[in-house]
């Protein structure tokens, strides 16, 4: 365990994450951050690895908005051990993708959040 993190900084990264604004979440991402969102690519276009800060907001402002739009995030379980921070979510959301109806798409989303500083959540 390499730094204790506060209750408060993990609701403050997850508060960021569900406003879906790129500066807020990125204002909580370290520089060298590595987000991995586990899954079928093929299917699900929001699945993949981004490596670095930018790489994450790019994410979040470009790609993210022009395959799905998130209506919220609905936390179940957060649990604060140290540095780690897993969370289980209700996150519904709707497809965005202009070829195909829109379609509801709700799932249970489940992360692990390590920080490395106060200022930084995962």
Do not use: N
Request: with cysteine; glycine share 6%; proline share 7%.
């Amino acid at each position: 365990m390499a730094y204790v993190v506060p209750r408060d900084v993990v609701e403050a990264f997850y508060r960021a994450y569900a406003s879906r604004d790129p500066i807020q979440i990125g204002a909580m991402l370290d520089d060298d951050i590595e987000w991995f969102v586990g899954g079928p690519t093929e299917v699900m276009q929001v699945c993949g690895i981004w490596r670095g800060k930018q790489a994450v907001i790019d994410r979040f402002s470009s790609f993210i908005p022009k395959v799905i739009q998130f209506k919220s995030l609905h936390i179940e379980t957060l649990l604060v051990d140290g540095d780690t921070a897993p969370c289980s979510a209700g996150l519904p959301a709707c497809t965005a993708r202009p070829a195909v109806k829109s379609a509801i798409v709700s799932r249970i989303w489940c992360a692990i959040a390590t920080a490395r500083s106060s200022t930084t959540a995962p």
